[in-house]
Nanobody
C-alpha cells in the first residue's frame, strides 16, 4: 500500500514558477513508476509526465515541454514537478500517482488527492 500526498500548489501570476512535491509513504517506493497528471475545471484528467522506477522519463505533454521538469529523490520518497513560465491554461488540480506497471492514466495503482495550481493573467 502506498499513500501519496501532494503539496506546493497555489496562486501565481503568469510567468511565475512553482515546485510541486509528492511524498509517498509505504514500502519500496523506489520500485514504483510515478506520474504527474492534471485536471482543469470542466476537463478530463490528463497525463503531464512520468518517471519510471529506473529513472527514465517519459515524454512531456507537448504543452508543457521546456517549462516543466520532473525529478525524484528516492531517499526522501518524494517526486517533484518544477513548473516554470506558467500560463493561465496550466491552471488545474495536479495529481501524482504511482504504479508498478505501465505509466498511463488507466494503469496507475495509487493516487494522491491533488494540489491546486491557479495561474492568473
Amino acid at each position: 500500500q502506498v499513500q501519496l500526498v501532494e503539496s506546493g500548489g497555489g496562486l501565481v501570476q503568469a510567468g511565475g514558477s512553482l515546485r510541486l512535491s509528492c511524498v509517498a509513504s509505504g514500502r519500496a517506493f523506489s520500485r514504483y513508476s510515478v506520474g504527474w497528471f492534471r485536471q482543469a475545471p470542466g476537463k478530463e484528467r490528463e497525463f503531464v509526465v512520468g518517471m519510471r522506477w529506473s529513472g527514465g522519463t517519459t515524454d512531456y505533454r507537448d504543452s508543457v515541454k521546456g517549462r516543466f521538469t520532473i525529478s525524484r529523490d528516492n531517499a526522501k520518497n518524494t517526486v517533484y514537478l518544477q513548473l516554470n513560465s506558467l500560463k493561465p491554461e496550466d491552471t488545474a488540480v495536479y495529481f501524482c500517482a504511482a504504479t508498478l506497471g505501465r505509466l498511463g492514466i488507466e494503469h496507475m495503482d495509487y493516487w494522491g488527492k491533488g494540489t491546486l495550481v491557479t495561474v492568473s493573467s
